[in-house]
């Protein structure tokens, strides 16, 4: 496929497979889903940008669950891989947003397509489009994908469609049981689709070789969904009671009566993790910000602590942690508390009674909500390392390949102790919820 963005400047990108398939789907609900790094975001912003090329006066939305994480993937790659010559051309032009209307891109024959995150759904949801295309749509919830579904009724395209774009998730998600029962159509998309790291032979190109080596690397259920483009759940998940459409918030605003706490996981080749938590009056917990990234000098995470916890001008924001449970790195230890001018509290380490109390807390009480929570958002900043060998990136991420060690001989799957692989962040949890759960106070549980 072929544009001509200006005279001098042509475009080539060959879709292959599922890609390929994607240019000619009219469905209403389209799924491409499959492994990490097969071209399925390519695809689909290629889709939509032609379409918006080839047909004047057309609407569109590009959209994330979360506005931040739309921003640092989806939209550099439609600005660097898909749209660069006509950006630089002035055929496409970014337009910020305005009190009425969603920031997006405008083409010179009146399309527009606006871009934005479910998180701040105000704006994105209040315009009507002819094809909106959702990525990493496995973040939505169903709820979210019916609301986009509404919108599609500008009618200046010949068909109106809604495009997702997801690795597999756990085999009963709402795509995959849409998908099964005929509500979408699912492509399946595979490595074999993609020229950048394979050949059309099946061997792997030079770029190849290396992309696959880091998925290789995986273990778990994160391999199996991301290598193998499986729709698995974990063996042996730990938090089996986690629920993303429970546990996870958008907003958090603590008000009078609310504690702030923090605890610390450190790493250097692992990633360092800092933990910034809410309690409500109540005592349920909620992870607001989370310093998450590898390779850093505990000095500069602590800058990075600092800006969570301080202005520009030394004042605390809000309130200031009233403790810090932190890993018992006593050189560690010592340099966050003189960078932060905090001290920080040993975490209670044990193990078993720690996941029991995090378990416990997950569980959803009489009145409906559990004792814990993340915030969508809470991720303070990416680290590239970590996306680029397809990582968790955060807590949450973390917790569906969380699981139960399997010691050799041991048939009958005793539950003793955690798989010690990208658990960084469900330690630092595990802390938290010991400090106010098991530590120096009558054992409190939810039952
Ligand atoms: N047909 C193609 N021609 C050239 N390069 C391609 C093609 N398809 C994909 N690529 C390149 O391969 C890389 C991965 O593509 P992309 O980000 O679209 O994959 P993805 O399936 O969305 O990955 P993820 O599962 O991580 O979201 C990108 O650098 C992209 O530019
Ligand atoms: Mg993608």
Request: proline share 5%; glycine share 10%; aromatic share 8%.
């Amino acid at each position: 496929m072929t544009t001509a963005a200006a005279e001098t400047t042509v475009v080539r990108y060959e879709p292959r497979g599922a890609a390929h398939e994607v240019f000619k789907a009219r469905d209403s609900e389209l799924v491409i889903a499959g492994p990490a790094g097969t071209g399925k975001s390519l695809a689909c912003l290629w889709r939509v940008h032609l379409c918006a090329l080839n047909n004047p006066g057309t609407r569109y939305l590009i959209v994330r669950k979360t506005a931040v994480s739309l921003g640092s993937t989806t939209l550099v790659t439609y600005e660097e891989k898909v749209a660069k010559a006509a950006l630089a051309s002035g055929i496409v032009t970014w337009f910020g947003g305005s009190t009425r209307e969603a920031p997006g891109y405008r083409y010179s024959n009146g399309s527009k397509i606006n871009v934005g995150g479910l998180d701040k759904p105000e704006k994105i949801m209040s315009a009507e489009y002819d094809i909106v295309f959702a990525d990493e749509a496995t973040e939505l919830t169903i709820d979210d994908w019916e609301a986009i579904g509404t919108r599609l009724r500008n009618g200046m395209l010949a068909w109106q469609q809604q495009i997702a774009a997801c690795n597999p998730s756990y085999p009963k998600h709402w795509i995959k049981q849409r998908c099964d029962q005929g509500g979408a159509r699912m492509l399946i998309s595979r490595h074999r689709d993609n020229p950048a790291y394979m050949n059309a032979d099946g061997t792997p190109t030079a770029k190849g070789v290396d992309y696959f080596k880091k998925l290789d690397a995986l273990t778990g259920v994160r391999r199996l969904r991301l290598r193998d483009g499986k729709w698995a759940a974990a063996e042996g998940q730990i938090f089996e009671a986690w629920d993303e459409g429970i546990h996870l918030v958008d907003e958090i605003t603590p008000g009078p009566g609310w504690s702030r706490w923090g605890a610390v996981d450190f790493g250097y080749t692992n990633p360092f993790v800092y933990q910034d938590w809410w309690e409500d009056g109540d005592g349920r917990l909620y992870l607001n910000h989370e310093v998450y990234f590898t390779r850093r000098l505990v000095e500069d995470h602590a800058e990075r602590i600092r800006t969570l916890l301080y202005h520009d001008n030394g004042q605390p924001r809000g309130q200031l942690p009233r403790g810090i449970y932190a890993d018992h790195d006593a050189e560690d230890r010592a340099t966050l508390e003189r960078k932060l001018g905090l001290s920080t509290k040993p975490a209670h380490k044990s193990v078993s009674d720690g996941i029991q109390a995090v378990q416990s807390r997950l569980k959803v009480q009489p009145d409906g909500r559990p004792r814990l929570f993340i915030r969508r958002g809470a991720l303070v900043e990416r680290d590239p390392e970590l996306e680029a060998a397809s990582l968790p990136m955060g807590t949450a991420e973390e917790i569906t390949g969380y699981v139960w060690a399997v010691k050799p001989g041991n048939k009958g799957g005793l539950k003793e102790e955690p798989l010690k692989e990208n658990d960084h962040g469900c330690d630092a949890m595990r802390y938290m919820c010991a400090a106010r759960d098991l530590v120096g106070r009558t054992r409190v549980r939810w039952l």
